[in-house]
Structures are given as C-alpha cells and as structure tokens.
C-alpha cells in the first residue's frame, strides 16, 4: 500500500522554538508538497518541490523554510515559530506532469500548537 | 492563475437523501479537476478526477461528479447519503503542464439521523 507518511501527528511548541517536520513518501514521486490547512482557508500551498534539492515558494512561504535532501524526504522547517502558525500541516506527493496529471496523494497530518 | 470557488460552508443532509456539493473554478483553459475528502483528524482522500473526456465522472463511494465547461462547474453528487459520508470536502483545480493544485475553502458535510 502506498503511503506518504508525516513523522509526527501532533506537536506542541514554544514560540521562538525551531520545528521541523518531517514528511516521507514510498511511491518514487518527484513532486512533494506541503500545505497549511486553516479553518475557512482551506489549503494553501506553503512549498514545493520538483526534484531533489530544488523548491519553489509556494503562496504563503513567509516563515517557513523546507528542505529535500532525498527524492522521498521533505522537510518543513520553522526556524522561529510563533503563534499565527499553530495549524493543521499536510504533506503531498505527485508523480511528475504528464503521468499523475497533477493528483496529489496526501500525509496524514501534523497538528502543530505553538504556545 | 487558477482559483476555486465552494460557496456552501456547512451543509445538513438527512441520511439517505441526495446530496449536491458546489464546486466553481476559473481557469482559461479546461482543467484537471479533483474532489478530495477528509474525514477528521486525517489527510485528503481523492474521491475522482477529471482530465478529459466524459464529462461524468464516477468515484469511490458511490460518488460522482459533471464537469460543464459553460458554467464553470463540478459539482459533487451522491444519490443517498450514509452516516459515513459526513467529513470536508475539497475541490481542487490543476492546469495542465503545472505541478500545483489550487484548492477551494472546503464544504462540511453533517448527515442528521
């Protein structure tokens, strides 16, 4: 069965505390994704990733930063959190264009609190 | 850019009646379109797709959907709800030759008994 796992389904943090979240997938994509999920807001796409340390800012990277090191790790990193980002985080992955046509297949997801 | 339009918040369905589910998209040229669900506490779950073709789509858990270019539309049907449906739902929109989804705010599903 394939899977896109998300290290952690719920954190608790300080402001100012580094956080990483850790995301893996076993389906060999080369697109992964991390979005933000806040009620009314639906998702919105913080980074992405098309290959192996290559990223693109997304609509809302303020804040954030990731890291892909390996085709199935993807990493997003908040160097200094603080409270507007206490959310719901969802990592996704894709095949490239022309073979998925875009669908996206979807972690789990960390629930992250920053107090 | 893409964008997506789900207008209803929240909607109360009786079990066993029908549901229709909104999904409106801007985009210039015809588009990927997706219905995702999620129930709580976990990810997105894809419920259909549609690329090209028939403009009816069928999906997982009796679940359909009618992609019509003229209204800009893919609305989500399921003709008799069950207790299990109630969850979010999502409709997202891809352009073709891009990466990204853009995804609508979301439609939560109560079924009453």
């Known amino acids: 069965d394939v899977k896109v796992t998300q290290s952690s389904r719920y954190l608790v943090k300080r402001t100012g505390e580094k956080v990483f979240l850790e995301c893996v997938q076993d389906m060999d994509h080369e697109n992964m994704f991390w979005y933000r999920q806040d009620p009314g807001l639906g998702l919105r796409l913080i980074y992405f990733?098309?290959?192996?340390?290559?990223?693109e800012k997304g609509d809302i990277p303020e804040g954030y930063s990731v890291s892909r090191e390996k085709k199935e790790r993807f990493s997003l990193i908040l160097e200094s959190a603080s409270t507007n980002q206490t959310s719901m985080y969802l990592c996704?992955?894709?095949?490239?264009?022309?073979?998925?046509?875009?669908?996206?297949?979807f972690g789990e997801g960390s629930r992250l609190t920053v107090l | 850019a893409q964008s997506v339009t789900q207008p209803d918040i929240h909607i109360t369905v009786s079990e066993g009646a029908s549901l229709e589910l909104r999904c409106n998209y801007s985009y210039g040229a015809t588009p990927y379109l997706f219905w995702y669900v999620q129930s709580p506490g976990q990810g997105l779950q894809l419920l259909l797709k549609?690329?090209?073709?028939?403009?009816l789509v069928q999906g997982i858990k009796g679940f359909e959907a009618e992609f019509k270019r003229s209204q800009s539309s893919f609305n989500l049907r399921k003709p008799s709800v069950h207790w299990s449906d109630a969850a979010e739902y999502f409709c997202a929109v891809g352009a073709r030759g891009f990466q990204k989804l853009v995804f609508g705010t979301g439609t939560r599903l109560l079924v009453s008994p």
């Open positions: 990733s098309y290959d192996v340390k290559m990223k």
């Open positions: 549609y690329f090209s073709g028939d403009t």
């Open positions: 996704a992955s894709s095949p490239i264009t022309g073979t998925g046509n875009g669908e996206l297949f």
